[in-house]
């Protein structure tokens, strides 16, 4: 039986999810190539180690993801993890000779998203889910990449966010209320924008990417307290900003999926200083310092191989001392208004 991990609860819905839990991008061949029998042995390791929230996506591999998710899990008890996924992308099949020029590496071949947040397109995304998955039951669905950070176009941003809260927002609520979905959120890169969806729609959940970690902690100033204000829960994707809180900072580490610049790799290296001087991994920090946030519910780190999914689970039992962030906090690398661990966990 897996080993169980510390579980909280998504807001007001009757579903637990593991503090640790495991992001499917990585799986699905974002930036990286990993096999299909390597990927379904870390999801199984994951959750043989006590993970029991697991979040994927159609855009991640365009399918790629779910399908190596739904085969790590779809004959595990169905009741003992948390699956969620994402809508606002549909896949449709390539014609026979069809090029598609911005087709992302590392995806299956043959098929190409197409952006739908309709009503129509909520229920043909999810049920495309469904079917590569195996899976009869997804518990957690998220609005997808509406954000400048995906559309780099303000008047595309607008549209898609009419779009989902006049139509596709009514597909996840009567889903909702209907039972088929415990939890509906919106899965985003940036917390104003997250923000904004919280005023304008009710969800359970938000799952923001990088965001809120060890390096930037902005959403403190008004998102998260609006969060706790309105008994929505945060999920914590990308809590490493893409690699270089993963630890060994030096020139080159990513950030935000780029190289990091000089001053972002000067101010990891100095937050990495100070948890070397107590004996801690960076790694460690990064991962235990979101929960510490009432708002906060899970923190869904990637991980490429088995052994970086121990690891995390490693990391997130070792304790840490209360004076690692008294000094973060006292050198100026952790602003001084956010919630930190009490000692020995989060």
């Keep these: 039986m897996p080993t169980a991990l510390p579980h909280r609860r998504i807001g007001r819905t009757a579903i637990d999810v593991t503090e640790l839990g495991l992001g499917g991008a990585p799986i699905g061949g974002f930036r990286v190539t990993i096999p299909d029998a390597e990927a379904v042995a870390l999801v199984d390791a994951a959750y043989q180690a006590g993970i029991a929230f697991f979040d994927t996506s159609p855009f991640y591999g365009y399918g790629r993801s779910e399908l190596r998710m739904g ?3 779809r004959e595990k008890p169905r009741d003992s993890y948390v699956l969620s996924t994402k809508i606002g992308r549909v896949m449709r099949t390539l014609r026979p000779g069809e090029v598609v020029a911005d087709l992302r590496p590392n995806c299956l071949p043959g098929f190409a998203p197409t952006f739908d947040y309709t009503y129509d397109g909520v229920m043909r995304s999810l049920e495309q889910s469904h079917l590569r998955m195996g899976i009869a039951r997804i518990d957690v669905a998220l609005i997808h990449d509406v954000d400048f950070w995906t559309t780099q ?12 809260m006049e139509s596709g927002f009514r597909a996840l609520d009567d889903l909702r209320r209907a039972g088929v979905i415990g939890a509906i959120g919106i899965g985003l890169n940036e917390s104003d924008t997250s923000l904004r969806f919280l005023q304008a729609g009710d969800f359970d959940c938000i799952l923001l990417a990088g ?44 950030y935000d999926y780029a190289n990091a610049p000089p001053a972002i790799i000067e101010r990891a290296q100095r937050i990495e200083a100070v948890c070397g001087r107590h004996g801690v991994p960076l790694a460690a ?16 780190p990637g991980a490429l191989s088995v052994a970086e999914v121990e ?17 973060l906090i006292h050198e100026g690398l952790l602003d001084s208004a956010a919630p930190i661990p009490r000692p020995g966990r989060p």
């Design 311 to 327: 690891q995390n689970v490693g990391h997130m039992q070792r304790p840490i001392p209360s004076d690692l962030w008294a000094e």
């Design 153 to 164: 176009d303000r008047a595309v941003l607008e549209e898609r966010f009419r779009t989902v």
């Design 211 to 254: 965001r809120y970690t060890l390096l930037e902690q902005g959403a403190l100033a008004e998102f998260m307290p609006a969060c706790v204000k309105r008994g929505t829960s945060v999920i914590l994707g990308g809590p490493f900003n893409s690699g270089i809180l993963a630890g060994n900072v030096k020139p080159g580490a990513t």
């Design 285 to 300: 920090a990064a991962l235990q310092f979101p929960l510490a946030h009432p708002a906060v519910c899970s923190v869904i």
């Design 71 to 73: 085969a790590a899990l």
